[in-house]
C-alpha cells in the first residue's frame, strides 16, 4: 500500500490541553495540576509518527503562548502542524479536560471545559484544497462528530473531500456519553458511514447504540454489507483494575472475508489509560498502510495499545523499534530478559 503523497494520513479534531492532579491524587485535595498535551485524532497521527510515518493535523487553535506550547509538542512528535490554524481573536479559547486517575474501587474521572473553543468556530474554507490530494488516509472520530456545529460539518466535508480524492477514510465511533446522546450519536454517524472505509467500533456501542444483536462477527460484518466498509475493528478490553488490563483486538476485512485475531496481551500494568485506544487505531493503521496486511494491524495495534497504558499523557511515547521487539516478544514466548541492556 506504498504510494507517492505528502502525508501517509491527515487528521482532523480538537487539540486540548490537558490537567491531571500528580498520581492518583483526586481533583479535591490537589493543588497542583500537570499539563499534557491532548485530543483522539492528535494522539492517533502522534501514534503514525513514532512508527516512522508522515502524519499531519488539522485543527483550530486560539493564537497564543499555550497553543504554541501545543504546537512545539506536536512538532516534536513528528507530526506535522503545517495544516494548524490560528485564531486571532483575542477572545479565542482552548479546549481543557482535567483527568483524574483511579485506584480500585475508585474509577478514572474526566471533567471537559471545552465549549466554544477555537475550533468549534471552524469553517472547511480554511482548509486548503490542495490537502485533500496530498493524502493517502484521512482519520477523524466520533468525538468531532459530537460537537457539533462547524465542527462536525467540517468532518463530514473533509471525509466527501478525501474520498473523492481517493483517499481511505478511517473513523473511530469513540463514543463519548457526557458529549451526547445515544440517538443524536447513531443518527449523526449513519449519515458518515457510507463513506468510511476502516471503522473502529466498539462491541458495546454496537449493542447499546446501533442496537445490534448476535455473535460479535455478525455484527462486524454487518457494517460492511450496509454501508459498504471494507475493514471492521475492534478492541476487547478486560478491566481487572484500573492498574491492570488485559487488551487484545479482533479485525474483519470483508475483502478477503476473514477475521484476524491474536492472543490478547494480559497483566499490562496501567499507568494512564487515557489514548491506549487511539494507539491501538494508529497501530492498525500502520499495519494497513505500511504493509497491507490486516493480521500485521492486530499486532500493531495490540502492541501499541500495550504499551501506551504504561506511559502518564495521552500520547504515546514509543518507536518502530521497541514496538517490534514488544510484538517479537509476545510472539515468542520462552524466557525473556527482564531489562534492556
Not at 477523524?140 to 473523492?164: D, N, Y
Not at 493480521?295 to 495490540?302: A, D, L, P, T
Not at 521487539?325 to 531489562?339: D, F, K, L, R
Request: hydrophobic share 40%.
Amino acid at each position: 500500500m506504498q504510494a507517492s503523497k505528502r502525508y501517509d494520513a491527515v487528521t482532523f479534531g480538537e487539540i486540548m490541553l490537558r490537567l491531571s492532579p500528580p498520581g492518583t491524587q483526586r481533583f479535591a485535595q490537589s493543588t497542583v495540576f500537570e499539563k499534557q498535551t491532548g485530543g483522539a485524532e492528535l494522539n492517533v497521527a502522534m501514534g503514525l509518527a513514532a512508527l516512522g510515518l508522515r502524519p499531519a493535523v488539522v485543527s483550530r487553535l486560539p493564537d497564543n503562548e499555550i497553543s504554541r506550547y501545543l504546537a512545539r509538542q506536536i512538532q516534536a512528535g513528528g507530526v506535522s502542524g503545517e495544516c494548524l490554524i490560528y485564531d486571532a481573536d483575542p477572545n479565542a479559547r482552548l479546549g481543557i479536560y482535567y483527568y483524574e486517575s483511579g485506584a480500585a474501587p475508585r474509577k478514572p474521572s474526566v471533567v471537559y471545559d471545552r465549549k466554544n473553543s477555537a475550533v468549534n468556530h471552524i469553517s472547511p474554507r480554511e482548509i486548503p484544497d490542495e490537502l485533500y490530494s496530498q493524502a493517502r488516509l484521512f482519520h477523524t472520530c466520533g468525538i468531532s462528530l459530537a460537537l457539533g456545529g462547524a465542527v462536525r460539518q467540517t468532518a463530514a466535508e473533509m471525509m466527501h473531500r478525501f474520498k473523492q480524492a481517493g483517499a481511505l477514510v478511517s473513523f473511530d465511533v469513540n463514543y463519548r456519553a457526557n458529549l451526547w446522546g445515544e440517538e443524536e450519536a447513531r443518527a449523526a454517524i449513519e449519515d458518515i458511514l457510507p463513506l468510511v472505509d476502516i471503522l473502529f467500533i466498539s462491541e458495546e456501542t454496537s449493542r447499546r447504540m446501533f442496537q445490534k444483536q448476535g455473535e460479535l462477527k455478525d455484527i462486524m460484518k454487518s457494517y460492511c454489507a450496509q454501508y459498504g466498509v471494507q475493514v471492521v475493528a475492534t478492541t476487547q478490553r478486560q478491566v481487572i483494575s484500573p492498574q491492570k488490563h488485559h487488551f487484545g483486538s479482533l479485525i474483519y476485512g470483508a475483502q478477503e472475508d476473514v477475521f484476524f485475531t491474536e492472543e490478547p496481551y494480559r497483566d499490562i500494568q496501567v499507568i494512564d489509560r487515557i489514548g491506549s485506544g487511539d494507539a491501538f487505531v494508529a497501530g492498525a493503521l500502520f499495519g494497513l498502510l505500511q504493509y497491507g496486511d490486516l493480521q500485521r494491524s492486530v499486532e500493531y495495534g495490540n502492541a501499541m495499545a500495550a504499551l501506551k497504558n504504561t506511559v502518564t499523557g495521552d500520547l504515546p511515547c514509543t518507536s518502530l523499534q521497541e514496538v517490534n521487539a514488544v510484538i517479537a516478544a509476545h510472539h515468542g514466548g520462552g524466557v525473556q530478559s527482564e531489562m534492556n541492556r
